[in-house]
């Protein structure tokens, strides 16, 4: 049995039912920009009116909602969101919904070390997040395309900062399930931690006087209104934070794994 092909197919189907979820978002999005361009005044009106936390949040003063590539600035971060929502639940679901089904017996009864099994799954997921990341990006040049923008430049910096977000939390699911007794937590902690430093990035973004808590969130590590607003590139030191704890993590699920024992 190969394991790899066997996680690529259980997670296609997946997969197709997150890459329509992204594509409707955007095209919604591009809908109400371009009501929104024909009367940038308007926008420009709504936009005063809304609460300075609100303001900072959005990137307000740093982003032109007017242009295409300022207006993907502001959607920017919930689409973060739902990469990051799909990595670490398929990290965590990848490895424990053989023990979640009581289904173990018949994969890990197989002549194939637990190393060789999760690193079998391992790939399968880090192709599934590749994949999932293509079509935030196809789907995000499109609507810059169709409105005139730049599809190059501030989006695939954007985009490569996704991808490292995606493999982080990625690793986190996997991570929590080898680590835990209970498979069927797993998921739960994942996306709870996730969604917790989703909300830290918020408070941040919010209140503008704790930036010092933006190293407790993925989230605000490549943020669009720095990237976009001031043509930045990938901070450097976050892209090595990243890469350290995603590499921490799939260490300690190798350890963990090879060590607790199965549910079967």
Partial sequence: MNVYRKEMRGGLRSLLFWSLGVILFIGASASKYAVMAEDPSAMTLLISQLPLGLKSMFGVGRLDFTTPIGFFGMLFPYLMLMAAIHASMLGA????????????????????????????????????????????????????????????????????????????????????????????????????????????????????????????????????????????????PYVLLCAGLTAGLVGWAYYRFARRDLKV
């Fill in 93 to 236: 679901v990848v490895l424990s919904k053989e023990e979640r089904d009581r289904t173990g017996e018949f994969l890990y009864v197989k002549p194939a070390a637990r190393g060789q099994i999760l690193t079998d799954k391992l790939l399968a997921a880090l192709t599934l997040v590749l994949l999932f990341n293509l079509v935030n990006w196809a789907a995000s040049a499109g609507m810059m395309r169709a409105f005139g923008g730049n599809a190059g430049g501030g989006v695939a910096t954007l985009m490569a900062g996704m991808l490292l977000v995606q493999l982080l939390f990625l690793a986190l699911g996997i991570a929590s399930a080898a680590a835990l007794k209970r498979p069927r937590a797993a998921t739960g902690i994942a996306t709870g931690v996730m969604l917790g430093t989703y909300l830290v990035s918020i408070a941040v973004d919010v209140n503008g006087k704790i930036d010092w808590l933006k190293i407790f969130s993925p989230f605000s590590y490549f943020d669009a209104k720095e990237i976009i607003g001031n043509g930045s590139g990938l901070s450097f």
